[in-house]
């Protein structure tokens, strides 16, 4: 038996350069199962992203969905992509295994922690407090550099990095620090700063977009406070979920979250198509 992809409609073409397109899953011209191929909203025209891959119940566990991903990927190389990525929450373990199987490797990993009701008690000496305007701006440059500096340790090329960190930080600070549902924190310990916090607020959750000890004071227990911190001021705001990013490889922050309590709801994977 034959398993083929079908278009099921033309190919989309956005404003920004961005292609999608939805194709059937058939073998032997009978549907399947449906898959949604793009490219990468994140990551630009060169990264493709399988956005959905669906196989009806009574065709899996026969190699259905392994040569749809494969098929993916042959489109992908068709639109020029370089790369090709996909998301698959923790919880489907058959999924990861097909993935990791077909060569994806884990680019980072979402996670999260449910929290109670009461705040906990920074270490003595630590206190959280609002940036000002004038910390604003000299963290928003430094925090720029580094996350363009970041993706190009990650693969991206120089100019799409610096391209990607400009537009990322103009769509999430319209206003800079006056960005609505934004916090901005230092951190202070007996006086003096030790690191910075930038929460989102959600509607059903907080999520950290940068968390940093700075350099001068690291190993001394300051990004567990800042995790403290974060963390009250997501009970402050009344939710109960606090969500974060992690990039692969990061081991010192990964055994952080986990040794607090977050848990793994989401991997995306990739693999290099050249």
């Known amino acids: 038996m034959t398993t083929t992809l079908r278009p099921t409609e033309p190919l989309q073409h956005g404003a920004d350069g961005a292609l999608s397109r939805r194709f059937q899953v058939c073998v032997n011209s009978r549907p399947v199962g449906t898959l949604h191929l793009g490219t990468s909203r ?60 077909l060569g994806y490797v884990p680019r980072n990993r979402g996670m999260e922690k449910r929290l109670g009701d009461i705040p906990s008690a920074l270490p003595t000496g630590s206190l959280g407090r609002a940036m000002t305007g004038a910390e604003f701006e000299e963290w928003l440059a430094y925090e720029s550099r580094a996350y363009t500096r970041m993706w190009i340790e990650r693969g991206l090329p120089e100019t799409e990095a610096h ?92 055994r952080l979250y986990e040794s607090l309590g977050y848990v793994t709801v989401s991997y995306v994977l990739y693999k290099n198509l050249i």
Not at 63 to 75: I, M, Q, Y
Not at 225 to 244: D, F, H, K, P, S
């Open 42 to 101: 994140n990551l630009g025209a060169r990264v493709a992203r399988i956005d959905d891959l669906r196989i009806e119940e009574p065709d899996r566990r026969r190699g259905r969905g392994t040569v749809a991903a494969l098929a993916a990927e042959e489109v992908a190389r068709g639109w020029g992509c370089r790369q090709i990525e996909l998301g698959v929450p923790a919880a489907e373990e058959p999924a990861l295994r097909l993935v990791e199987a």
């Open 163 to 254: 391209e990607k960190s400009r537009r990322d930080h103009e769509q999430l600070l319209p206003r800079g620090i006056a960005t609505e549902d934004m916090r901005f924190s230092i951190l202070e310990h007996e006086g003096t700063r030790v690191g910075t916090l930038w929460l989102a607020l959600w509607k059903d959750q907080v999520w950290v977009y940068d968390v940093e000890t700075d350099a001068a004071h690291r190993g001394r227990g300051h990004g567990r406070t800042l995790m403290l911190l974060a963390e009250n001021q997501t009970i402050a705001a009344g939710r109960r979920v606090l969500g974060l990013n992690v990039f692969a490889g990061n081991t010192p922050a990964e």
